[in-house]
Nanobody, 123 residues
Framework: QVQLVESGGGLVQAGDSLRLSCVAS???????MGWFRQATGKEREFVAA????????SYADAVKGRFTISRDNAGNTVYLQMTSLKPDDTADYYCAAARDYGRLADRHESDYWGRGTQVTVSS
């Protein structure tokens, strides 16, 4: 069983940066980790994923070049560094964990979900 707790969301202006954190409990070194987001009235969408070792990241086209996912396995934490934020990035951001990296990165599914942290980008 894995529990995920996100933090770091907030209200920022367009062009600003923000870093989200997700602290995981359980045997998280066995899991690939990722971030998804859901804007009001829209379906949840994949943002980024990272392999168990941290060596293989994957990004949605909408955030490529602006967001960076990383993980600290010693601290059981995964981060999402977001730069050049746009109003379209406004959403609830969810941390995710899956045994299979492909489940996150390719099929955009997850075994576990956090409760989310809200990010609002004003224009």
């Amino acid at each position: 069983q894995v529990q995920l707790v996100e933090s770091g969301g907030g209200l920022v202006q367009a062009g600003d940066s923000l870093r989200l954190s997700c602290v995981a409990s359980g045997r998280t070194r066995l899991y690939a980790m990722g971030w998804f987001r859901q804007a009001t009235g829209k379906e949840r969408e994949f943002v980024a994923a990272i392999s168990r070792s941290g060596a293989v990241p994957s990004y949605a086209d909408a955030v490529k070049g602006r967001f960076t996912i990383s993980r600290d396995n010693a601290g059981n934490t995964v981060y999402l560094q977001m730069t050049s934020l746009k109003p379209d990035d406004t959403a609830d951001y969810y941390c995710a964990a899956a045994r299979d990296y492909g489940r996150l990165a390719d099929r955009h599914e997850s075994d576990y979900w956090g409760r989310g942290t809200q990010v609002t980008v004003s224009s």
